[in-house]
């Protein structure tokens, strides 16, 4: 959502080809099976968030008409052969978008119940403050 909002204001986002990430493959399917159901879900939610609290209805195109769309043809595509993506995962996909309001709205309970987290506050600023506090 980060990138949304600074995109959506106008500002530009630089992409380093060369960069490093550090990260993790999956060890095993279930954690990959794993994985391919959350981003689903999330996927989802970040749709309606944009959609709900931005007025952007490329969330609302996303969710309800190209989702769907990608879903049939894939799985079409798989059921003829034409696919190396098991029909498996399709579902699981499927599953997790359908869960994806669900995903949603539990994260705004959340925020309602814990409150939001505290404003980010940049070191050199942070160092500032802390030296205020000190005397």
Not at 13 to 31: E, P
Not at 39 to 45: D, N, P, Q
């Amino acid at each position: 959502y980060m990138f949304y909002k600074v995109l959506k204001a106008g500002y530009t986002i630089c992409y380093q080809a060369d960069a490093y990430v550090w990260h993790k493959h999956r060890k095993d399917m279930k954690a990959l099976k794993r994985q391919v159901y959350n981003y689903s879900r999330g996927h989802v939610a970040y749709h309606l968030h944009t959609w709900l609290n931005d007025n952007d209805w490329r969330g609302y195109k996303r969710i309800f008409y190209e989702l769907p769309k990608i879903h049939m043809i894939r799985f079409a595509k798989s059921l003829v052969g034409r696919s190396n993506f098991p029909i498996s995962m399709i579902l699981l996909e499927i599953a997790g978008n359908i869960l994806g309001p669900w995903a949603f709205y539990s994260s705004l309970w959340r925020v309602k119940k814990l409150g939001r987290s505290a404003r980010y506050i940049p070191p050199k600023e942070n160092a500032t403050i802390k030296n205020k506090n000190a005397y």
